[in-house]
């Protein structure tokens, strides 16, 4: 069976991603290029600890089965291309080759910066870049789709590379059965009632809705951090906090991050709808995550005016716990 399409690899190249076997790829993150420069860092840095410019933005899987608004991603389908990664590759790429290819392209991509280090700290910062000690597996895509991702995780950890694993959760099979966890598990919240959900993640097959339900019900089960990622979007999705009360009481996780979307890449296209009247600014997602604070007696922790985003800790140990310890990534 053949691997992704070649429009749409190279697109994606052109787009800046570099691309590790045949269906993982990473790319710099604006945060790991500003932290290289000596500018404004990650919102993970300042909620919990995460050195920006030794960050890894990736994934093990190009596909997903839903198609969200607000995804700054190119969606294979608003270009014509109709193809199921689930059902395109024959055999899937070893663990430890995807684990060392992408640390291979990190260096690769962080090494152009090393002509802006003028300074000793963005010197110090590009040496720290050159060992990596994070990845975020979110680039795009579902990750939850490569069927070893536990032996992933298991291979950064070995690395003293701590994981911060963000899904949809519309696989809740593949969460259920990850080993080890990753060090951060993410379960992305896009609406607070089904048919909100549909409006906005535009899923490609049906019942995704509960399943998505089900992985939210096990995340109070899991040994590891977990946390719901909700990008607000004005006159989407940016209504009834009763709903999303209720979503994030069942679900329980360490964290809530409450985040303002984005009009940039893929959410500019006409077919999504979206404008730059659709992002909300910092103050009205400060006041929506104080009202969510309020239905579910979750803490207002701490903010990021340049993302646009509140953390909400769902009790004090969480609060004093959300700073990671890189000591204990292994």
Same mark, same amino acid.
């Given at each position: 069976?053949?691997g992704?399409?070649a +429009? *749409?690899?190279?697109?994606?190249? @052109?787009?800046?991603?570099?691309?590790?076997?045949?269906?993982?790829?990473?790319?710099?993150?604006?945060?790991?290029?500003?932290?290289?420069?000596?500018?404004?860092?990650? /919102? &993970?840095?300042?909620?919990?600890?995460?050195?920006?410019w030794?960050?890894?933005? %990736?994934?093990?899987?190009?596909?997903?089965?839903?198609?969200? &608004?607000?995804?700054?991603?190119?969606?294979?389908? =608003?270009i014509?291309?109709?193809?199921? =990664?689930?059902?395109?590759?024959?055999?899937?790429?070893?663990?430890?080759s995807?684990?060392?290819?992408?640390?291979?392209?990190q260096?690769?991509?962080?090494?152009?910066? @090393?002509? +802006?280090?003028d300074?000793?700290?963005?010197?110090?910062?590009w040496?720290?870049?050159?060992? $990596?000690?994070?990845?975020?597996?979110?680039?795009?895509? =579902?990750?939850? !789709?490569?069927? &070893?991702?536990?032996?992933?995780?298991? #291979? !950064?950890? %070995?690395?003293?590379?701590?994981?911060?694993? +963000?899904?949809?959760?519309?696989?809740? =099979?593949?969460?259920?059965?990850?080993?080890?966890?990753?060090?951060q598990?993410?379960?992305?919240?896009?609406? $607070?009632?089904?048919?909100?959900?549909?409006?906005?993640?535009?899923?490609?097959?049906?019942?995704?809705?509960?399943?998505?339900?089900?992985?939210?019900s096990?995340? &109070?089960t *899991?040994?590891t951090?977990?946390?719901?990622?909700?990008?607000?979007?004005k006159?989407l999705?940016?209504?009834?906090?009763?709903?999303?009360?209720?979503?994030?009481?069942?679900?329980?996780?360490?964290?809530?991050?409450v985040?303002?979307? #984005? !009009?940039?890449?893929?959410?500019?296209?006409? #077919?999504?709808?979206?404008?730059?009247? %659709?992002? $909300?600014?910092?103050?009205?997602?400060k006041?929506?995550?104080?009202?969510?604070?309020?239905?579910?007696? /979750?803490i +207002?922790?701490?903010?990021?005016?340049?993302?646009?985003?509140?953390?909400? #800790?769902?009790?004090?140990?969480s609060?004093?716990?959300?700073?990671?310890?890189? %000591?204990?990534?292994?």
């Open positions: 069976m053949g992704m399409p +429009v *749409l690899k190279q697109k994606m190249e @052109k787009q800046g991603y570099h691309f590790v076997g045949k269906h993982s790829a990473v790319k710099i993150c604006e945060y790991t290029a500003n932290g290289l420069r000596g500018g404004t860092l990650c /919102y &993970k840095y300042s909620f919990y600890g995460i050195r920006s030794q960050c890894i933005q %990736s994934t093990p899987a190009i596909g997903c089965d839903i198609g969200c &608004k607000f995804c700054w991603r190119l969606i294979p389908e =608003e014509g291309i109709n193809w199921n =990664e689930l059902n395109a590759v024959g055999e899937w790429d070893d663990p430890d995807i684990v060392e290819g992408m640390i291979r392209e260096r690769r991509i962080v090494s152009g910066y @090393k002509a +802006v280090a300074t000793d700290l963005k010197m110090r910062r040496e720290e870049a050159n060992s $990596p000690r994070h990845v975020a597996i979110s680039l795009t895509g =579902e990750p939850t !789709f490569y069927p &070893k991702l536990g032996a992933l995780i298991r #291979s !950064f950890h %070995s690395r003293g590379i701590s994981t911060f694993l +963000v899904s949809n959760g519309t696989l809740p =099979e593949a969460i259920r059965k990850l080993d080890p966890l990753p060090t598990l993410y379960i992305s919240l896009q609406a $607070p009632d089904e048919e909100s959900y549909i409006e906005v993640t535009r899923p490609k097959i049906k019942g995704t809705w509960n399943r998505f339900l089900e992985s939210l096990m995340l &109070k *899991l040994k951090r977990t946390v719901l990622r909700m990008t607000l979007i006159d999705n940016m209504k009834n906090p009763e709903g999303y009360a209720k979503l994030i009481k069942l679900a329980g996780t360490n964290y809530v991050e985040k303002g979307f #984005s !009009f940039v890449g893929g959410a500019r296209g006409d #077919s999504r709808g979206l404008s730059l009247q %659709s992002m $909300p600014n910092h103050a009205e997602i006041e929506f995550a104080a009202e969510l604070a309020e239905r579910t007696g /979750y +207002v922790t701490a903010e990021h005016m340049p993302s646009r985003i509140v953390l909400l #800790s769902r009790d004090e140990e609060k004093r716990n959300r700073i990671i310890d890189f %000591s204990k990534i292994a």
